[in-house]
């Protein structure tokens, strides 16, 4: 993408990376959309969409045109207040009738009617009828089970469904492909660590990877413990410590915790899910697939201590 000061302003245009146009400088704006381009005319401010050799497919119309996403359909606006969904030929499938809406992810994108959002599908038709009073665009998923798109702030907390996940992701006496069957030379390769990020305490833990978006309403961490050095005599007068790559942790620990959403106090109601996913109802211990599951809580998160 290049940019020139011409007779009529700034105009945008693309350059192959010998410095030949692709496209002539022409357009007021240009903005990469898969195989396509968004582009508006110089000295207008309506979008439109162009190809790679900058021919209009559709002709500058729009106040306001987002990208597409999600492959199909767009917002976009005529008069820049009531916005609706095109195709990628310009042509309208969802009518203009929201004041906001947001690209498709995963079939479903967020709009707002007056002062309230709601869900709709692809067809237009809503999932969540509007009567949200804000909309955070990060974690839906708890809600609808759809990775990266947006999650409503709302009373509504669904500490069942995280549990579920929780239970789904520890399993066999790990998670994520970490058991306490490997060694921690096969661990160090998996987590790409190098020996210096290995604890040299019994005590210690090793982080093994932290994900602060997990379900995107709750982090997710995974460390292990274990005696994993020797102590051996430098040749002189003290001792280093070496790593023996084939002993094996003595246990991990998986700590959830739930993201800063408004959701102060849910941690005792989602700690109360945990143990009925687990089948600890009524105590902190349980023993399935020939493994401890020892669950805790404090004010880092939910902890999950797997022993063997």
């Known amino acids: 993408m290049v ?10 245009g693309v350059i192959d990376r010998d410095g030949h146009y692709l496209i002539t400088p022409q357009f007021g704006s240009l903005m990469p959309d898969g195989d396509e381009l968004t582009c508006s005319f110089s000295g207008t401010d309506l979008y439109g969409r162009c190809d790679q050799d900058g021919k209009v497919i559709v002709n500058p119309q729009f106040k306001n ?3 597409f996403f999600d492959g199909k359909l767009a917002p976009a606006s005529l008069d820049g207040e009531k916005v609706g969904y095109v195709d990628r030929t310009g042509h309208f499938v969802i009518n203009p009738q929201f004041d906001y809406a947001s690209p498709f992810a995963g079939g479903t994108a967020i709009v707002r009617v007056d002062d309230k959002f709601g869900f709709i599908d692809t067809d237009g038709k809503y999932k969540a009828n509007p009567q949200f009073d804000g909309v955070d665009p990060s974690v839906i998923e708890v809600y609808y089970g759809i990775p990266g798109v947006d999650h409503v702030e709302s009373d509504f907390f669904d500490a069942s469904y995280i549990a579920g996940k929780l239970k789904d992701a520890v399993k066999d ?13 096969d661990i160090m390769t998996k987590a790409g660590l190098d020996e210096d990020r290995v604890s040299r305490s019994e005590s210690g833990t090793t982080r093994l990877f932290y994900d602060p978006s997990w379900l995107a309403a709750a982090s997710l961490r995974l460390e292990m413990k274990g005696d994993f050095f020797d102590s051996v005599s430098d040749g002189w007068w003290g001792y280093v410590k070496v790593i023996d790559k084939k002993r094996r942790p003595t246990s991990f620990v998986c700590t959830v915790a739930i993201s800063d959403y408004g959701k102060k106090n849910k941690q005792p109601l989602l700690f109360e899910a945990v143990k009925k996913a ?16 020892e669950l805790s809580s404090d004010n880092e998160g939910i902890h999950i201590i797997i022993r063997k």
């Open 278 to 293: 687990f089948g600890a109802e009524g105590k902190n211990k349980v023993a399935r697939d020939g493994y401890t599951y």
């Open 65 to 67: 045109l987002t990208l």
């Open 173 to 185: 006496g790990g998670m994520n492909g970490y058991t306490l069957g490997m060694t921690v030379g």
């Open 3 to 12: 940019s020139i000061n011409g007779d009529n302003g700034w105009v945008d």
